[in-house]
């Protein structure tokens, strides 16, 4: 589902001293996740990165399981979570296919930045409906470039095969939307903070 790790250990570093682009935005998506976050809950999180968000929804839950294709990312994260001494999250390095869970046995997962980046999206939206219990939630952050840059996927291929940008899938909103709810879900909050943002979605599994 994910593409090669060799870009993101490349840029892991700098990917980590980068600031958030937008970070009204980005508090934003926070305080709506911890809505849906209670103390007893189990939590996925792939695609995490170096950790950043998964380390501050950490108090809020349980335990988060956290995964990337990228080992030196996880490194970064994991010495976060030892520098910040938050022994609930556990970073691995993982790839969706990887990725072993019992159907059912997750209250929440998170996919932030990340399915836009997959080889297949509705194969990943169906592992996470599988994985979680039923009235769990799938918190979504997605680049949906079909609605403002389609031209996009003709010179996209050419970066990423020079090695300056991941391979990035081209789909609308809708189109996202449309691969939630066939998988399953439905829709329970969607926002996007402007004309050509990442789309922000809280899909639930029908209880």
Request: proline share 4%; hydrophobic share 45%; glycine share 8%.
């Amino acid at each position: 589902m994910q593409a090669s790790p060799r870009f993101w250990d490349r840029i892991a570093k700098r990917y980590s001293r980068r600031p958030v682009a937008d970070e009204s935005a980005y508090q934003k998506k926070l305080e709506v996740t911890r809505d849906y976050l209670r103390p007893d809950m189990e939590v996925l999180e792939f695609g995490c990165g170096t950790g950043s968000t998964a380390l501050v929804h950490a108090p809020c839950v349980k335990h988060i399981r956290a995964i990337d294709i990228s080992s030196k990312m996880i490194e970064i994260a994991q010495g976060k979570a030892d520098a910040e001494r938050i022994d609930n999250v556990t970073f691995e390095t993982l790839t969706m296919e990887e990725l072993d869970v019992a159907d059912e046995t997750l209250d929440a997962v998170l996919g932030l930045s990340i399915l836009h980046l997959l080889e297949d999206r509705d194969e990943a939206i169906a592992k996470v409906h599988r994985m979680l219990k039923p009235g769990g939630v799938f918190v979504s952050s997605t680049a949906c470039l079909g609605d403002t840059m389609k031209w996009f996927r003709f010179i996209g291929p050419i970066g990423h095969f020079l090695g300056l940008i991941p391979m990035v899938r081209i789909f609308s909103v809708q189109e996202l939307v449309d691969s939630l709810t066939a998988a399953g879900f439905e829709i329970d909050y969607q926002w996007q903070p402007g004309k050509g943002k990442a789309v922000f979605i809280v899909a639930k599994k029908a209880g």
